[in-house]
């Protein structure tokens, strides 16, 4: 009986080692699980964050792209406004002289009748009621003639300087539509 105590004390004590081992392997295997868990959220962990860093890069270049976009359109309506601008301004020079050439056709029209109306009224008074009437007649035509010319060279120069303003509007519509133009 003491044999087979012994015998079955070595098998408990055997038993009790492969446990023992059993407990070690499962344990190390438990810890490789769990190395391998932690790993992969790691590597998860580093996929979002790579994925949103590219996301914002995305973004930022995108957001660079639409403001060097927008600073292109303002440049080109910026120099559009300025050139239209210019038009108008060195066509004024222009304008002034037209105005200038036709307020002195103007007097020099005055002038005429005047010479006219001296030279009337001297034939007037050599001639008869007739003639008289006549000469009224005709200093009445110069002075509507003098006046007709004030009023064309008065409306030449509205119509000069409303056809540049509407120059000047089409340019600067011109170039609002360029700036809002996809």
């Given at each position: 009986?003491?044999?087979l105590?012994e015998?079955v004390?070595?098998?408990?004590?055997?038993?009790k080692?492969?446990?023992?081992?059993v407990a070690?392997?499962?344990a190390?295997?438990?810890l490789l699980?769990?190395?391998g868990?932690?790993?992969?959220?790691?590597?998860?962990?580093?996929?979002l964050?790579?994925?949103?860093?590219?996301?914002s890069?995305?973004?930022?270049?995108?957001a660079?792209?639409?403001?060097?976009k927008?600073?292109?359109?303002e440049?080109a309506?910026?120099t559009a406004?300025?050139?239209?601008?210019?038009a108008f301004?060195?066509s004024?020079?222009?304008?002034?002289?037209?105005?200038?050439?036709?307020?002195?056709?103007v007097?020099r029209?005055?002038l005429?009748?005047?010479?006219?109306?001296?030279?009337y009224?001297a034939?007037a008074?050599?001639?008869?009621?007739?003639?008289?009437?006549l000469?009224?007649?005709?200093?009445a035509?110069d002075?509507?003639?003098v006046e007709?010319a004030?009023?064309?060279?008065?409306?030449r120069?509205?119509l000069?300087r409303?056809?540049?303003?509407?120059?000047?509007q089409?340019?600067?519509?011109d170039a609002?539509?360029?700036l809002?133009?996809?």
């Amino acid at each position: 009986m003491v044999v087979l105590v012994e015998g079955v004390a070595v098998i408990f004590a055997q038993l009790k080692a492969y446990g023992w081992m059993v407990a070690a392997i499962a344990a190390g295997g438990l810890l490789l699980v769990q190395t391998g868990r932690l790993h992969f959220e790691q590597l998860a962990h580093q996929k979002l964050i790579t994925t949103a860093t590219q996301a914002s890069l995305k973004r930022s270049e995108a957001a660079r792209a639409d403001e060097t976009k927008t600073a292109g359109k303002e440049s080109a309506h910026a120099t559009a406004t300025q050139e239209n601008s210019d038009a108008f301004t060195t066509s004024q020079p222009v304008r002034d002289a037209i105005a200038r050439a036709d307020l002195a056709r103007v007097e020099r029209l005055r002038l005429d009748a005047d010479r006219r109306a001296a030279t009337y009224r001297a034939q007037a008074q050599a001639d008869d009621a007739a003639r008289r009437d006549l000469a009224n007649r005709l200093e009445a035509f110069d002075r509507h003639i003098v006046e007709g010319a004030g009023v064309v060279a008065e409306h030449r120069e509205a119509l000069a300087r409303r056809d540049a303003e509407v120059v000047l509007q089409r340019g600067q519509i011109d170039a609002d539509r360029a700036l809002m133009a996809p």
